[in-house]
DNA sequence: TCCCAGGACATAG
DNA sequence: CTATGTCATGGG
């Protein structure tokens, strides 16, 4: 293999590892390299963008992202997959050398954060409640056909962009429940007409200086609590110290982390004021980039309870 | 038929 | 503050 310089090895990202860890649900392989049985290029709806990323001659992806304008794929300016964020010498080395933690980056070297569009993010994880990552992805597929602008792609096809906020703030809540989104129909609705009236800025959010001030902006929204707070602002608004807690990463901290952050005997559900005092012990324990480190562990659960459920049913 | 899913929310104590 | 029940929906 060639030697790659500083700058491509921090940007060596694995697509698969990346697009299915739960950030994203409307990402899907477009080109297969049947052969090797292998991703070559993979889109994406991120807001009012369809993107693009070609895996490399490794079949791994580079931070060159495109995004479709005006029929024809043009070099998409934004960093999506963070590679500003120095991967070896900044996140890993400020992470903690435990079993769980190192383990997990092992398994998973090319796993990375994404920076989503805010609005779609938020969206996405008010319908994520309750729910699981198979219908979260019908729900919001149907959302995009039903009230995004249809975008045709040579080669792809039609592809429907993200529904923008002002839409959606005016669908009724029948229409929205058409989707399959069910009792959080009014969430969305409510939601959308918050960003699109500026009520909530997501400009201003990001500037804020304290983690749970941010917090608290985001849970005046209907639908959002502390875990989808923590998504949206890990995810779309620069916090790498948020840390969503959801079911599966409950297990994994009660499991690996109660004695080193000498956690009580945690139920599936946190009140706020436990969820904040959980998150404040593991920022101290993980550091400013926790964030990464949620991201591996929650990847390396999944893949791990997946691999277990298929022993049992072969 | 029951159980579960990247929880949030209203209500009671 | 904590504890509990409810909320649509689809798949196993």
């Not at 899907?28 to 070559?40: F, I, P, S």
């Not at 890993?92 to 990375?112: E, F, H, M, V, W």
């Not at 960003?195 to 917090?215: L, P, T």
Request: aromatic share 10%; charged share 25%.
């Amino acid at each position: 293999m060639a030697r790659l310089d500083e700058k491509d090895r921090c940007c060596r990202i694995s697509l698969a590892d990346t697009i299915d860890s739960g950030q994203v649900f409307l990402w899907d392989v477009t080109k297969t390299d049947h052969k090797n049985r292998r991703a070559l290029q993979w889109h994406g709806v991120d807001g009012q963008k369809i993107l693009r990323v070609d895996a490399d001659q490794y079949g791994a992806g580079t931070h060159r992202v495109k995004a479709h304008a005006g029929d024809r794929w043009r070099n998409y300016a934004s960093d999506f997959f963070r590679c500003g964020d120095d991967i070896q010498n900044n996140v890993i080395k400020s992470l903690p050398n435990d079993a769980a933690t190192q383990t997990a980056i092992g398994r998973y070297p090319g796993l990375r954060l994404m920076r989503q569009d805010p609005y779609q993010c938020t969206i996405s994880f008010i319908v994520s409640t309750n729910s699981n990552i198979q219908k979260i992805r019908s729900s919001l597929v149907k959302m995009t056909r039903r009230f995004g602008d249809a975008i045709t792609v040579s080669k792809i096809g039609k592809i429907h962009l993200f529904p923008t906020p002002d839409v959606l703030a005016d669908a009724t809540i029948q229409e929205m429940q058409e989707c399959g989104v069910g009792y959080r129909a009014k969430y969305i609705i409510e939601a959308s007409k918050m960003i699109a009236s500026k009520e909530i800025n997501y400009r201003h959010v990001m500037q804020m200086h304290n983690y749970h001030d941010a917090v608290n902006i985001m849970c005046g929204i209907p639908g959002v609590g502390s875990k989808v707070a923590d998504c949206i602002l890990l995810f779309a608004l620069e916090r790498l110290d948020a840390f969503p807690l959801d079911r599966w990463m409950i297990r994994v901290i009660s499991r690996y982390y109660g004695d080193v952050l000498s956690l009580p005997q945690l139920s599936t559900a946190l009140s706020d004021k436990q969820y904040a005092t959980i998150h404040d012990k593991i920022v101290r324990y993980f550091g400013p980039y926790a964030g990464y480190a949620q991201q591996w562990l929650f990847k390396m659960a999944r893949d791990d309870a997946q691999a277990a459920w298929l022993q049992k049913n072969p």
